[in-house]
């Protein structure tokens, strides 16, 4: 018998269903899932008129480079335009979070002709070379080294920090609110401040919206809370309804200094994956999906910040939209068991945060019964650290 290979820490759980924001384990429980397979799922799981594209795609192309035009994709490029990114028009569709920013690493390289990259302490990109040398964690990290760099990591949210950025840099990479690194959303001054410098020294300013992207925070991209309008948004997750498929938003000024050749990618764009993000465009434009996600979002962090802000253990609540993150003066690891045993899947950020990556689909029940997990977890975590 062959085994998986498990270089993540499982769960104990198997799933054999799941719809909207529940899933089902195979005893038949029910779970309210938060987890949603690191946010993919923010349409919710199986979102009909996702699961709808996909079948009829299936009944006709589905293998297909991007060398040959196809009706599924000029229904994708309509359904998209009135979500792109602003004066961004041109779309490239790769397969994962990691190649869009392995692609955005090369145009900046490209453009520039500049090697160094600049990053953010606690920043998570990916696990390729280009996506990880920008990528904060040590243990991910220097195990692989020497990656692609020269690279220097700045303290986020400092405007000091950013007098290191000259001449010298290709591209300055930020995550509107960090994701993997505790839900840490970026100050206002800040991402104001990153656009002004990059314009200065002529280095392009790259957003990392995998995460944050398509809606979860409120907006249609996290950057628009700022007032900004980057060089470069690289998407993934939520785009493609919970298909994998990631996409590299571009200007007109960059489209046209690139050339054939200078990426490229045997699945980018597929039909399947051209299905799945027309879908989700509908259901983002029809469903109103950031407005939910704003309103539901302030609705849940007031809820959770009201009733858990009262435990020592409880630093800080905070987010954007539906990306919410519980940070803990402890590990978040047995809280967020605690949770799983309350039927409430739950994720990890940074070294003590419980995070939320909810489909835009929950409801106040849904969110009580969270809470109500949630203090569970956090009264056994206390209790645990009263005891040592
Ligand atoms: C998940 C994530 C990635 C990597 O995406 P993969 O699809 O796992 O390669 C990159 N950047 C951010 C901000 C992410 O959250």
Same mark, same amino acid.
């Given at each position: ?262 990426? @490229?990618?045997?699945?980018?764009? %597929? !039909?399947?994956? &051209?299905?799945? $993000?027309?879908?989700?465009? =509908? +259901? *983002? ?39 919410? @993150?519980?940070?803990?003066?402890? %590990? !978040?690891?047995? &809280?967020?068991? $605690?949770?799983?045993?309350? =039927? +409430? *899947? ?43």
């Amino acid at each position: 018998m062959m085994k998986y290979l498990e270089l993540y820490k499982g769960r104990g759980i198997t799933i054999s269903n799941a719809k909207d924001q529940y899933a089902w384990d195979k005893d038949g429980n029910k779970y309210l899932d938060l987890h949603a397979g690191y946010g993919v799922a923010f349409l919710g799981h199986r979102n009909q008129k996702v699961v709808d594209y996909l079948k009829k795609q299936l009944d006709e192309v589905m293998a297909l480079t991007t060398a040959f035009d196809t009706p599924i994709r000029e229904e994708m490029l309509k359904e998209l335009d009135p979500l792109k990114p602003d004066d961004m028009p041109f779309v490239f569709l790769l397969n994962s979070g990691t190649e869009a920013v392995e692609f955005s690493l090369k145009i900046a390289k490209k453009l520039t002709k500049r090697k160094k990259l600049i990053a953010f302490k606690n920043s998570f990109h990916g696990r390729t070379a280009g996506s990880l040398s920008v990528t904060w964690n040590k243990k991910y990290r220097e195990p692989f080294e020497p990656l692609v760099g020269p690279v220097e990591f700045l303290d986020y949210n400092s405007l000091d920090s950013l007098k290191a950025v000259n001449e010298e840099v290709a591209a300055v990479i930020v995550e509107p609110v960090q994701g993997e690194g505790g839900v840490i959303p970026a100050d206002h001054e800040f991402m104001k401040a990153i656009r002004e410098i990059t314009r200065e020294k002529g280095a392009l300013m790259i957003v990392d919206e995998v995460q944050t992207g398509f809606g979860r925070t409120g907006k249609v991209w996290a950057y628009q809370h700022y007032g900004i309008v980057p060089d470069v948004v690289a998407s993934a997750k939520a785009i493609g309804g919970g298909f994998p498929v990631s996409a590299v938003f571009l200007p007109n000024w960059i489209a046209e200094k690139l050339e054939e050749g200078d990426h @490229g990618t045997t699945y980018g764009g %597929n !039909p399947l994956a &051209a299905a799945a $993000v027309t879908a989700a465009a =509908k +259901v *983002l434009k029809e469903d109103s999906v950031p407005e939910q996600a704003a309103t539901k979002g302030d609705m849940f962090i007031k809820m959770l910040s009201e009733e858990l802000e009262q435990y020592k253990i409880v630093r800080e609540i905070r987010g954007k939209g539906l990306m919410i @993150g519980i940070d803990l003066r402890v %590990n !978040p690891g047995l &809280a967020i068991k $605690v949770i799983q045993d309350e =039927k +409430v *899947l739950s994720l990890k950020a940074g070294l003590t945060t419980i995070r939320f990556l909810s489909p835009y689909l929950i409801t106040k029940e849904d969110m009580e019964w969270a809470l109500d997990a949630t203090r569970k977890g956090i009264i056994a975590t206390e209790s645990k650290a009263n005891s040592s």
